[in-house]
């Protein structure tokens, strides 16, 4: 089993930045990727950014070059900075981790007004 706790969420105005934060109990032997999902009210559940074990990048097209996933020195802490947001980033955001299961975080709000 692995948790997933996220923090980092909160209030940002247009053009503001946000870090998020997910720490991991545990990385799986079998780990193949960990991310950030996220969903509007009303909307379907979107993947925002993904990496994988090679350390390879998957991002939404709507925020290649405004958002940036990195991992922590101890390899179980995933990171991901916004910048320039905008109100439609509003949402609740999801850590997430593919091993042989998949696991997800609690999620955090953002949101983006002014």
């Known amino acids: 089993q692995v948790q997933l706790v996220e923090s980092g969420g909160g209030l940002v105005q247009p053009g503001g930045s946000l870090r998020l934060s997910c720490a991991a109990s545990?990385?799986?032997?079998?780990?193949?990727?960990m991310g950030w999902y996220r969903q509007a009210p009303g909307k379907e559940r979107e993947l925002v950014v993904a990496i994988t074990s090679g350390g390879n990048t998957n991002y939404a097209d709507s925020v290649k070059g405004r958002f940036t996933i990195s991992r922590g020195n101890a390899k179980n802490t995933v990171y991901l900075q916004m910048n320039s947001l905008k109100p439609e980033d509003t949402a609740v955001y999801y850590c997430?981790?593919?091993?042989?299961?998949?696991?997800w975080g609690q999620g955090t709000q953002v949101t983006v007004s002014s």
């Open positions: 545990r990385i799986p032997d079998s780990f193949k990727s």
């Open positions: 997430n981790l593919n091993a042989i299961a998949t696991y």
